[in-house]
T-cell receptor, first 115, second 114 residues
Framework: EAQVTQNPRYLITVTGKKLTVTCSQN?????MSWYRQDPGLGLRQIYY???????DKGDVPEGYKVSRKEKRNFPLILESPSPNQTSLYFC??????????????FGNGTRLTVT | GNSVTQMEGPVTLSEEAFLTINCTYT??????LFWYVQYPGEGLQLLLK?????DKGSNKGFEATYRKETTSFHLEKGSVQVSDSAVYFC?????????????FGKGTKLSVKP
């Protein structure tokens, strides 16, 4: 089954404790992206990747890192999480160089709480 | 810059009622337009899309027409069901954008009562 898999689904952590949210897709998609979803703000892009070893900042990259060593994986790293990073995070992927004609496929989300 | 504005929610309807969720956009060039739906506890999934002016996207009884003259892409359904309860996001993607990013509206929550 074609899918985008994120782990974990839920995560509660404390300020400053490094964490990684994993994302993997099995569709051989070139484009991958991370979004955060907050009430009243909709979805905002954090980072995206056009292909292996190619990553770039989205609209709200501060406090996050990503890597794209393999085509299928695109982990999101929070080196020193802070409470303002409490949010619902989505990984997404699509064929080709982005979403102009190719729909984004989303994972089921990771709800992160930083205390 | 590019932006999407959609009507504030929540929207509460009775089953079989007519649904309209308004969406307008601002974009340079010729964007593609999308509606995504998010069911409770799930990620977003594409509902329908239109890639050029006057195109009509349709799926699962939902329709939206790309209106360049009014820069709009309103979502409509003639008869909603309880199972349509979800959050709906209007989005655009600009062909000239290097990010390949989707710009999302803030979402409209729809609740359908039996």
């Amino acid at each position: 089954e074609a899918q985008v898999t994120q782990n974990p689904r839920y995560l509660i952590t404390v300020t400053g404790k490094k964490l990684t949210v994993t994302c993997s897709q099995n569709m051989n998609h070139e484009y991958m992206s991370w979004y955060r979803q907050d009430p009243g703000l909709g979805l905002r892009q954090i980072y995206y990747s056009m292909n292996v070893e190619v990553t770039d900042k989205g609209d709200v990259p501060e406090g996050y890192k990503v890597s794209r060593k393999e085509k299928r994986n695109f982990p999101l790293i929070l080196e020193s999480p802070s409470p303002n990073q409490t949010s619902l995070y989505f990984c997404a992927s699509s064929l080709g160089q982005g979403s102009y004609n190719s729909p984004l496929h989303f994972g089921n989300g990771t709800r992160l709480t930083v205390t | 810059g590019n932006s999407v504005t959609q009507m504030e929610g929540p929207v509460t309807l009775s089953e079989e009622a007519f649904l309209t969720i308004n969406c307008t956009y601002t974009a340079t060039g010729y964007p593609s337009l999308f509606w995504y739906v998010q069911y409770p506890g799930e990620g977003l999934q594409l509902l329908l899309k239109a890639t050029k002016a006057d195109d009509k996207g349709s799926n699962k009884g939902f329709e939206a027409t790309y209106r360049k003259e009014t820069t709009s892409f309103h979502l409509e359904k003639g008869s909603v069901q309880v199972s349509d309860s979800a959050v709906y996001f209007c989005a655009l993607s600009d062909r000239s954008g290097s990010q390949g990013n989707l710009i999302f509206g803030k979402g409209t929550k729809l609740s359908v009562k039996p």
